[in-house]
């Protein structure tokens, strides 16, 4: 295929456009649905050793 320096012919760009998106889409995805676990945990020890520390301070009282 002889095309012109610089420039793209649209059925390969728009392959590119489409892989992109894909591999954004698919980083994004693993990214929230690895880190969303993750945080929720966190948040969730936090709390309770939050309470285990009031916990403790009144019985220590």
Known sequence: MVK???T???SEFVIKVML???VLNADF???AS????VY?????NLQRNQ???V???NFMK
């Open 34 to 37: 690895y880190s969303l676990p």
């Open 51 to 53: 309470h285990r520390a």
């Open 55 to 57: 916990s403790t301070d």
């Open 4 to 6: 012109p320096e610089g």
């Open 29 to 31: 995805y693993l990214l």
């Open 40 to 44: 929720m945990n966190y948040n969730i």
């Open 20 to 22: 992109l998106n894909w």
């Open 8 to 10: 793209i012919p649209p």
